[in-house]
């Protein structure tokens, strides 16, 4: 009769974070780091139209939102995401030069299975607008490395993909783009060999595709399969990966995954993602994604990325036990 009392919905759990003392420490940490760098800490708003989710074709579709209709007969959807709604910031300012937004808030996700997660993400991170190119993205990856040592995690694992790789792959097999990405999605190397059997993309590229469910691994990976590589699109994506890696001051926990797959279809060029062996799920994820902007009619890039602090504060949790 009271169940209200005890009952949570399916979209929520009894508390997002309760270790928010933590959480706080952290958050200020990364604010340390971001404005340090010349980052401008936005608040964004809450609440944005459906369309700028779905109408960028970036991957979004309606059964992940959290949504209403407004009075004027909108559909109005609690935020799903930070770097759209930044695209759009920037797009609209007066100054379309260099530009360097900080955030730092939840994000509205539904879960296909409830189950005790909740939908609710806070991330803290950064955009970087109008720096292309291994400059831009060298930034953005110092930053990640300035920040890890004060997110109080041992073992972290910084893994670097690139959606320019991805793309040209999924654009080489033509009509069976799709059951490629679910392969590659599920690192499937059975359905692999038999999608590779079935399709006879010629030597190398069978090689090639037949490699990737499996394909991480150190800076010696990623030379290897430069020597292999004949696409000239797939090896100057793997070129770009080995400039980053070599512009950086620490190569310390990085590999490679050549088998990523995009978890937003706006990235464009290096992808990536940090693991703690504490979380299945990313600590942090981010990447270049340059084709954003001009789906806002400007002609500019952007680069950056977020931590993911439920992750973070569950791993710590962990690493605790
Ligand atoms: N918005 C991305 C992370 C990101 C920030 N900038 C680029 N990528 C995410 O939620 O995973």
Partial sequence: MEEFKYLIPEESIDAIIT???????????????????????????????????????????????????????????????????????????????????SYFGKVYRKETMHKGRSSEFFQGGVELMNKPGL???????????????????????LELGSAKFYNRLLELVGNQRNELEDILRLRDISEMKRFVSKNDFGDSLNQLLLSLPTCFGNIDLLHQMMKTCQDSVLLGALQ???????????????????????????????????????????????????????????????????FHMNHILKAIEKEGE
């Avoid at 579709?61 to 407004?70: A, L, S």
């Avoid at 831009?136 to 694992?157: A, F, H, R, Y």
């Avoid at 995954?257 to 990313?282: C, E, H, R, W």
């Fill in 240 to 306: 770009e990966l080995n400039d980053l890696y070599e512009s950086l001051e620490s190569k310390e926990g990085i590999i490679f995954d050549l088998g990523m797959v995009p978890t937003m279809k706006y990235y464009t060029g290096f992808m990536i993602k940090g693991y703690s062996d504490q979380s299945a799920n990313p600590i942090l994820s981010g990447g270049r994604y340059d084709d954003l902007l001009p789906r806002f009619n400007v002609e500019k890039t952007a680069v950056g990325f977020c």
């Fill in 19 to 101: 270790n928010v003392e933590k959480l706080r420490e952290i958050e200020n940490h990364l604010r340390h780091v971001f404005s340090n760098h010349g980052y401008n800490e936005v608040l964004m708003p809450s609440f944005e139209y459906v369309d700028l989710y779905t109408k960028l074709d970036c991957g979004f579709t309606v059964d992940k939102m959290f949504q209403y209709i407004n009075h004027e007969g909108k559909n109005v959807a609690m935020r799903l995401d930070f770097t759209i709604p930044l695209a759009r910031l920037y797009a609209n300012s007066a100054n379309v030069g260099e530009a360097r937004y």
């Fill in 135 to 157: 400059q831009g993205d060298k930034e953005v990856m110092t930053m990640i490395q300035e920040s890890l040592p004060g997110i109080s995690l041992k073992n972290i694992l």
